[in-house]
C-alpha cells in the first residue's frame, strides 16, 4: 500500500485521473478518496486531496454535484415536454444564487458517465431540488385558452394538488422525456393543459399549436368527452367539432405518427368513459378512430389492432375480438421493436395485451407480460399514472385467478393507495377496486378491514350510481355476505329496509343514507366480530331478501325486481 503521504511525484502521476474524477465526472472529494484507495491502494484523507486540488488550482472548478445536475435534467425535460419551454434554475451559493440554464445542464448530464441511465424519477428530482433550496421557472407560455402561464417552483411543488372535473381533465398528461426517463403524473396537471373548447373554436391547427404533442391529442379527444360530460351541448356544434376532430387525428397519424399521447389518451378513454358508464360515447369516439385507421393502414398493425380489439369489446362483437385479440402480440412485439419496451404507447399495448391473456384464462402468461414491467410502467408513466393503477388491477386479477390471494391483495391496496381521494373522474375505478379488495380480504378472514372495503364502495356506488343500478347491488350483495358471515342479521335486516325502498327516495334521503353509510363505514367492525365465523352459501340479494325479517309493511322489499348482473368487481 502506497505511503498515506503520497510524494509530489505520484500525485502528479495521478493528477489527470483525479482531475478526470472531480472536473469531469463531478465526483465528490470523498468519492475521489473512495476511487483512488480501491482500484491504486491509496490511503489518504479528503483533507490531503482537497489541499492538492488546491494547489492544482482545481478546487474553483467545483460547481453543483452531480445528483443535482440529474434531478435538474430531469425537471427540464419535464417541462419541455409539456410545452417546448427551457426551465432556468436558481443554485443556492454561500452568497448568492446561481442562474443555471438547459445547456449547462445538458454539458454537465453530458460528462457524467452513464448519466441519462441514472435520472431520478419527477418527484424524487423535485423533492431533492427544493429541499436544497432550489428555485427554478420557465418563460411565459400562452396556453390553448389564450392564457399566460408561468412555471416555477413553487407551483410546480410535490406537494401541489388541484382538483377538476372529469371535462377539464380529460386527457392524462403523458410526458417522458425523449430517453423516456422521467415519471409523469395525473396529479401535476395544471389548469389549463386539456381545455378543448378554445382549441377548436379558435381554429387552431395541429401543426400551429405551441404545445405541441398534447394539444393534438385534445383535439382528438376533446368533443368525445364534451358529449359525454356536458349534455347541454349543441347537438350541431357537436357534429361540426367530432368531424374536426378526426381530421386532427388523420393528420397526426400521416405527420405525427410516434405522438407518445396517443395511446395513453386511448387508455384513459377506456378507463374514465367506461367507468362513468358512457358507453355510447366510448364506442362512436373508437368506431370514428378506427374508421380513420383502417382509411390510412388497412392492413398495418400498430394503430389497427389495439383500437379495433378495443372497440369489439366494448360492442360485444366476438369475432373480432378473437380476430384482433390474436394479433395483439405480434403487435406488441412490432411496437416493441420501433419504439422500445419503456415507451408509453407500448406500455399501453402490453396493457391492453395482458387484459387478452386475462380474458383467454391465460393468467400466467399474463402475470409473465405485466410483472417484470410493473416497475417499468410506475418509472415512465407515474406511480399515480391510471396505466400503471390499470396494470396493478389486471396483475391482481391474474393473481387472483391463480389463488395467490396475498400478492393480489398487496397490489389492490397499493393500486387505492395511489389513486387517492382528490381524483374525481377515476372514482368509479376506486369504488371498483375498493369492492374487490374488501371481497379477497373477507375470503382470506381479514373481516374488519373487508367490512372497511365494503362500506366503502357501497358508500360511492350509492353516490355515483344510485340505488338503481346493478353495479351499486353488487356492491350491496358483497356487504350482506359479510354481515350475515359476522352473525349480525338485524344490522343487515335494518339496512336492507333502508336500500329497498329506493323507488321512494327523494334525494335528500340518498344524502342522508351516504351521510350513514359513511358513518358506518368508519365505525368499522365494533362488535361481533367473532360471532358466526362458518361463511354461508353464496345467495343472490333476491334470495336473501326473502330471508331477512321484514315487518310487514316492508315486505315490499323482496318485490324489488333486481336487475340481472355479471360479478365484474
Known amino acids: 500500500m502506497v505511503d498515506s503521504s503520497p510524494t509530489r511525484e505520484q500525485w502528479e502521476e495521478k493528477k489527470h485521473l483525479v482531475l478526470s474524477l472531480y472536473i469531469g465526472q463531478n465526483s465528490t472529494a470523498k468519492e475521489v478518496v473512495a476511487h483512488l484507495k480501491r482500484n491504486h491502494g491509496w490511503n489518504i484523507s479528503t483533507r490531503q486531496l482537497k489541499s492538492r ?80 433550496g432550489y428555485t427554478w421557472e420557465t418563460p411565459s407560455c400562452r396556453t390553448i385558452r389564450g392564457r399566460e402561464r408561468r412555471y416555477s417552483s413553487d407551483s410546480d411543488s410535490v406537494h401541489h394538488r388541484r382538483q377538476f372535473s372529469a371535462l377539464e381533465r380529460a386527457i392524462p398528461p403523458i410526458d417522458p422525456n425523449q430517453g423516456l426517463k422521467v415519471v409523469h403524473s395525473h396529479s401535476q396537471m395544471h389548469e389549463d393543459d386539456f381545455a378543448f373548447a378554445d382549441i377548436l373554436h379558435q381554429g387552431t391547427t395541429p401543426a400551429s399549436s405551441n404545445c405541441g404533442d398534447r394539444v393534438r391529442v385534445g383535439s382528438w379527444a376533446g368533443p368525445f368527452c364534451w358529449q359525454a360530460f356536458d349534455p347541454n351541448r349543441n347537438a350541431d356544434d357537436l357534429r361540426v367539432h367530432k368531424a374536426a376532430a378526426m381530421e386532427h387525428f388523420r393528420a397526426m397519424l400521416m405527420h405525427n405518427f410516434d405522438n407518445q399521447y396517443i395511446f395513453p389518451c386511448l387508455s384513459w378513454m377506456i378507463l374514465v368513459l367506461g367507468s362513468h358508464m358512457k358507453t355510447a360515447e366510448l364506442q362512436d369516439f373508437l368506431s370514428s378512430s378506427c ?30 375480438k378473437e380476430e384482433y385479440g390474436n394479433l395483439l402480440e405480434q403487435c406488441h412485439d412490432q411496437i416493441r421493436l420501433v419504439w422500445g419496451s419503456a415507451h408509453p404507447n407500448t406500455l399501453v399495448v402490453k396493457s391492453i395485451y395482458a387484459w387478452n391473456l386475462l380474458e383467454a384464462s391465460q393468467y400466467l402468461r399474463a402475470i409473465e407480460v405485466l410483472e417484470p414491467e410493473l416497475q417499468t410502467f410506475e418509472y415512465v408513466m407515474g406511480a399515480d399514472d391510471q396505466l400503471t393503477i390499470s396494470c396493478q ?20 391496496t397499493q393500486a387505492i393507495k395511489s389513486l387517492g381521494d382528490f381524483r374525481t373522474e377515476f372514482k368509479p375505478t376506486s369504488y371498483r377496486l375498493h369492492l374487490r379488495l374488501g371481497t379477497l380480504l373477507a375470503q382470506t378472514g381479514k373481516l374488519s ?54 323507488p321512494e327516495c327523494s334525494r335528500q334521503d340518498l344524502a342522508d343514507l351516504s351521510l350513514r353509510i359513511s358513518h358506518r363505514a368508519r365505525e368499522g367492525l365494533n362488535e361481533n366480530q367473532n ?22 309493511a316492508d315486505q315490499s322489499l323482496a318485490k324489488f325486481q333486481l336487475p340481472p348482473w355479471k360479478r365484474v368487481l
Not at 419551454?85 to 446561481?98: A, D, G, H, M, S
Not at 362458518?534 to 315487518?551: A, F, Q, Y
Open 449 to 502: 378491514e373487508a367490512e372497511r372495503y365494503l362500506w366503502k364502495a357501497v358508500d360511492g356506488r350509492i353516490d355515483i350510481f344510485g340505488l338503481g343500478e346493478a353495479k351499486t347491488w353488487s356492491a350491496i350483495d358483497e356487504l350482506c355476505k359479510l354481515l350475515q358471515q359476522t352473525g349480525r342479521t338485524e344490522e343487515l335486516n335494518r339496512w336492507l329496509q333502508v336500500w329497498g325502498r329506493h
Open 291 to 320: 374508421k380513420v385507421i383502417v382509411d390510412k393502414d388497412p392492413k398495418g398493425l400498430t394503430y389497427r389492432v389495439p383500437f379495433c380489439y378495443t372497440l369489439a369489446v366494448q360492442t360485444g362483437d366476438q369475432q373480432g
Open 53 to 132: 486540488l488546491q494547489d492544482w488550482n482545481a478546487s474553483g472548478h467545483k460547481r453543483t454535484r452531480a445528483p443535482y445536475y440529474l434531478a435538474m435534467m430531469t425537471v427540464a425535460n419535464h417541462h419541455y415536454n409539456k410545452d417546448r419551454l427551457r426551465t432556468t434554475f436558481q443554485v443556492p451559493k454561500r452568497y448568492t444564487k446561481e442562474v443555471i440554464d438547459f445547456s449547462k445542464i445538458q454539458k454537465e448530464v453530458n460528462r457524467i458517465e452513464g448519466g441519462y441511465d441514472k435520472l431520478p424519477p419527477l418527484t424524487a428530482a423535485k423533492q431533492m431540488l427544493l429541499n436544497a
Open 393 to 412: 388491477a389486471i396483475l391482481s386479477r391474474a393473481y387472483q385467478m391463480r389463488g395467490q390471494l396475498e400478492r393480489a391483495i398487496e397490489l389492490l
Open 531 to 552: 360471532q358466526n365465523q362458518t361463511r354461508r352459501p353464496s345467495e343472490t340479494m333476491i334470495h336473501r331478501l326473502g330471508r331477512v325479517n321484514c315487518s310487514p
